[in-house]
């Protein structure tokens, strides 16, 4: 009846009825039916049915102290040392899977952006059982560093540019979280959740191409306008200051006469001429 009832609400009739809540029960509940048949610190690889070929999911069931300690190196996901639990558990286990690119398409899709990575993640549970998961969710508090998350895979990464590549937590409640990417093919994370790295899709790439076209045609626009008024400013400055220039020359110089000739008038410089002055009163 469980195994049904999570079919039923996973695999809807269409796209947008794939339900990541019935998800998630559906690895909890095969992983609980593998955990009864393992040890403890070691990753498992849980069985699922047919249906969802192309998923992985493995358990790995911890002692808190051990997590303090060490660490865990879960293949792709990385907890470092100093990790604390909250409520403290005295064992957890983690439900680690992987989406494949097929289902993460169908269960995860983000406006504006195309997912070039599967979707991949984790869920802590409380195990002090040792042969069942507990349905509590347990959280890490990190002390000594962040979660580093190895993709393993980026579609096309030779032809896109890595600036743009970002990684996204998508959070309980519906929202996603963007980040930078750390390194080539790294994210980091904080807690658990579902990841994956996405990149503008093509539409919005080219909207942003027609922008800053846009921006570069009126900023030309408005630099040739500056400098155009700057030039005539000028001009006009010059101009002026070279007719203050003559205005003063023309207070300062001497007056020419006028005098017409044949009906043109004409300057003309004055009759008088300088009188003889002798160069010394003495005269023999």
Request: aromatic letters at 10%.
């Amino acid at each position: 009846m469980v195994f049904s009832s999570l079919l039923s609400s996973t695999l809807g009739g269409s796209e947008d009825s794939y339900d990541r809540e019935a998800l998630d029960a559906l690895f909890h509940y095969y992983a609980n039916q593998t955990l009864a048949k393992h040890h403890t610190g070691t990753l498992y690889k849980v069985p699922l049915p047919s249906n969802f070929s192309g998923m992985e999911v493995s358990i790995v069931r911890l002692r808190s102290g051990s997590l303090w300690g060490r660490g865990a190196n879960l293949s792709l996901f990385n907890v470092p040392r100093r990790v604390k639990t909250s409520p403290y558990v005295k064992r957890l286990a983690i439900v680690y899977y992987n989406l494949g690119k097929y289902w993460s398409t169908r269960y995860y899709q983000i406006p504006d952006y195309s997912l070039v990575s599967p979707v991949i993640g984790f869920n802590v549970y409380a195990s002090s059982n040792l042969t069942a998961l507990s349905d509590r969710n347990v959280t890490l508090i990190l002390t000594n560093g962040s979660i580093s998350i190895h993709f393993p895979y980026i579609e096309a990464e030779d032809k896109i540019n890595v600036t743009e590549l970002k990684c996204v937590n998508f959070e309980p409640d519906g929202s996603v979280e963007f980040k930078d990417m750390t390194e080539r093919n790294v994210c980091v994370t904080e807690k658990a959740g579902h990841f994956c790295v996405v990149t503008p899709s093509l539409g919005v790439k080219k909207e942003r191409v027609w922008k800053w076209w846009v921006i570069g045609f009126v900023s030309a626009i408005g630099g040739l306008i500056v400098l155009v008024s700057a030039g005539v400013i000028g001009v006009i400055l010059l101009r002026r200051m070279k007719i203050k220039a003559m205005e003063k020359e023309s207070d300062t110089a001497e007056a020419l006469d006028t005098i017409w000739v044949r009906g043109d008038k004409m300057p003309a410089a004055s009759m008088v001429r300088t009188q003889p002055v002798l160069e010394h009163d003495y005269v023999p």
